[in-house]
């Protein structure tokens, strides 16, 4: 028998072992973007009518944030919106812009919007990158309560993707092959390449001092696998997991995009599968690692789903208020008073 094949055989029987060794199912309140046909969803498996399902109107929905007020914060390429998180409803677009990779409410109120020079005029073709990366294209502007710009920093690349804030207040942000952690400057002040990211996509700084990171395609392109992969502060690799070798044939890792570090340790993947329709019978569209890097839930509907690119996981959460992940783990921030996420007195 192949070693690929032992590898699988292994993963399935962790898998097993995994699933049988919780006392109860796992089961998610969570949102989540379905890129391939364009949309946004609540789905609540323990409450199920609280689930609703609504079209974005906007091209390439990335990002989501709870803003508090009961909102939720995502990014499209030409800028934001924010819905209502218990019914869905739409309830503020800014539509004036192009190449919008990230979108952050700040713990002051305002909104941090990074993309490729997307507040000036277009000059690469659909979403390819301006072919000069050593160029200062990649653009952090920060945006007052009436949408105007307040303060605007460029730094050297031509490829953005998800943004996240460290407890030191420095900036990781999604660099095709690489990730790069950024001051308030404008100043690259490290970077974390590892062999096989291809539009790497996200990043968190673990209290530890690691560096966690969903790998985009990966290798998929060279006929490999996405994975994910936690580095330490010299960027050496600590753990490496999900990659298809490591799990069950029917996860079918194809490009691991958002992703959420629970209070368990354990880690929710939105795991895309392409663009458009036609995906929803590709793989698992959300899958969970537990520390070990094994599969302990997996979702998908294969009947409304065609490709989901990002998650959000609810339990235990309060939409009231303003949340980021400076510390790893998903938790509410202070918020200016005024703020659409402010806390309560």
Known sequence: ????????LFAAASFLLAATSRAEPIKHDFLAIDEGLGNLMRVDENNPKNNWLVHIPQEHPRDMQLEGGGRLLISHDHGYSEYDIAKGKLLKDISRYHDVSSVRRMANGHL??????????????GTSPLGDPTGRHVVFTEFDENDQPVRRVVYVGDYARLVRETSKGTYLCGENTMFRE???D???IKEFPVDGFTHAWMALRLPNGNTLMSSGYGTTLKKGSPF???VDADGKIVRKFGAAADVPAAAHPYFYAMFQLLPNGDIVVANWQGHFAGHNYDGEQIVEFDPK???VWHWGDQAFVSSIQGVLVLDGLNTALLHDERNGVMEPLPAAESGPGALPK
């Open 112 to 125: 941090l919007i990074v993309g490729v020079e997307f507040d000036r005029e277009k000059k690469n073709k």
């Open 182 to 184: 950024g001051d308030k």
């Open 1 to 8: 028998m192949k070693n690929t094949a032992l590898s699988r």
């Open 293 to 295: 890097g094994a599969i």
């Open 186 to 188: 404008g100043n690259w």
């Open 228 to 230: 994910m992969v936690e």
